[in-house]
Antibody
Framework: EVQLVESGGGLVRPGGSLRLSCAAS????????MNWVRQAPGRGLEWVSI????????QYGDSVKGRFIISRDSSNNMLYLQMNSLRAEDTALYYC???????WGRGTMVTVSA | QSALTQPPSASGSPGQSVTISCTGS?????????VSWFQQLSGKAPKLVLYEVSKRPSGVPDRFSGSKSGNTASLTVSGLQTDDEAHYYC??????????FGTGTKVTVL
């Protein structure tokens, strides 16, 4: 079964930027829409963004719209999340998840702090 | 885009059943049969246990069942086992390519 692996998390100052990546163990990313979902420490799940199979359609949750950009590189079987103007409340474990949330990665931690 | 409402906690003894509710609105749960449920064990990534209200992915035991009435969906775990102790989250399609998750329920097996 395909596995998803996120990377790119880390510590960043408020107002800074970070780009997260999600790689699939097989070529299974390209045939599906992909999501980003986050979970703040000790809190619940929050849907962040979705991108269509072809990458032409994107959508964002209200809390990140205008600051985050989702994209994908079909040639490299990769998914990305460009996060700009980061705030303390963006601190969370970020998961990539395949269409309909059928498969999840283990997540990458983003901490926004001065 | 408000989170779906779930009870913070639920519990049952081994062998018993527990039912968790997930209340949304006529814009999400009430509008679409795209309600999913996830099990999140401590320190692990979420795992899909039900999709499209009541369908089980391969490998999920039939002890997990789902239903929906109006703006409220429900997950029932029958024949509770100690391995079922986890957080459970619902999600729903909310139109316009958007999704919303529930607030989460901690299930304790007594």
């Amino acid at each position: 079964e395909v596995q998803l692996v996120e990377s790119g998390g880390g510590l960043v100052r408020p107002g800074g930027s970070l780009r997260l990546s999600c790689a699939a163990s097989t070529s299974g990313l390209n045939a599906y829409a992909m999501n980003w979902v986050r979970q703040a420490p000790g809190r619940g799940l929050e849907w962040v963004s979705i991108i269509s199979r072809g990458g032409t359609i994107t959508q964002y949750g209200d809390s990140v719209k205008g600051r985050f950009i989702i994209s994908r590189d079909s040639s490299n079987n990769m998914l990305y999340l460009q996060m700009n103007s980061l705030r303390a409340e963006d601190t969370a474990l970020y998961y990539c998840a395949r269409e309909a949330f059928t498969i999840w990665g283990r997540g990458t931690m983003v901490t926004v702090s001065a | 885009q408000s989170a779906l409402t779930q009870p913070p906690s639920a519990s049952g003894s081994p062998g018993q059943s527990v039912t968790i509710s997930c209340t949304g609105s006529s814009s999400d749960v009430g509008a679409y049969n795209f309600v999913s449920w996830f099990q999140q064990l401590s320190g692990k990534a979420p795992k899909l246990v039900l999709y499209e209200v009541s369908k089980r992915p391969s490998g999920v035991p039939d002890r997990f069942s789902g239903s929906k009435s109006g703006n409220t969906a429900s997950l029932t775990v029958s024949g509770l086992q100690t391995d079922d102790e986890a957080h459970y989250y619902c999600s729903s399609y909310a139109g316009g390519n958007k999704y919303v998750f529930g607030t989460g329920t901690k299930v304790t097996v007594l």
